[in-house]
């Protein structure tokens, strides 16, 4: 850690100095610099939970911009990372765009053809069931299936979140 604290100190994006996004980004450095991390499930940690939706709100949009930013800087590292997690830095990224693909063409089903678009719904659905069972798999707790719930707040919140993260990543 100490070997890596300056550049840990003095992260920058775009040329201007960044300060969120901070765990992700020391993982980064960590994973460049040769490290090793690891899920360890016993670990237990403390945190500040948001206790109204804007302040969820704001940290997750903190949170999708360090997960975009912090992709493009680990772009190289990808090939070398773990296939599991390989999945998952995808998935970050490409999930939120495919599910904002199948939303729109369901929408578009709907408004055109006056049908409720069972088939997107189906691909939605689907999406959603691999990635907690991938999850619930990789950590051997079957409790990551029920994060399929947290879909609804996916589309509906998150979704144009990480639009308005994506556009505005300085």
């Known amino acids: ?10 992260q920058l994006f775009r040329g201007k100095p960044s300060d969120f996004g901070e765990d992700r980004h020391l993982t980064i450095l960590m994973l460049k ?3 090793r991390t ?20 704001r ?18 590292l ?5 296939r599991y997690l390989t999945l998952d830095v995808i998935g970050q990224n490409l999930g939120p765009l495919l599910l904002a693909i199948a939303v729109l063409a369901g929408l578009a089903e709907l408004v055109l053809t006056n049908n409720a678009p069972w088939p997107t719904a189906t691909i939605i659905a689907g999406m959603t069931v691999i990635r907690c ?15 399929a719930v947290h879909t609804f707040i996916n589309i509906f919140l998150l979704l ?9 990543l300085s």
């Open 38 to 57: 690891e899920y360890v499930p016993e670990a237990v940690a403390a945190t500040v939970v948001p206790d109204s939706l804007q302040a969820y709100l």
């Open 133 to 147: 069972a991938v999850i619930a798999f990789r950590a051997h707790q079957l409790r990551f299936l029920g994060f």
């Open 160 to 168: 144009p979140l990480k639009g308005y993260a994506l556009c505005t």
């Open 33 to 35: 610099a040769g490290f």
């Open 78 to 82: 990808l090939p070398s990372l773990d």
């Open 59 to 76: 940290q997750q949009l903190r949170w999708a911009r360090s997960t975009f930013r912090d992709t493009l800087l680990a772009l190289r």
């Open 1 to 10: 850690l100490l070997s890596l604290l300056d550049q840990y100190e003095t």
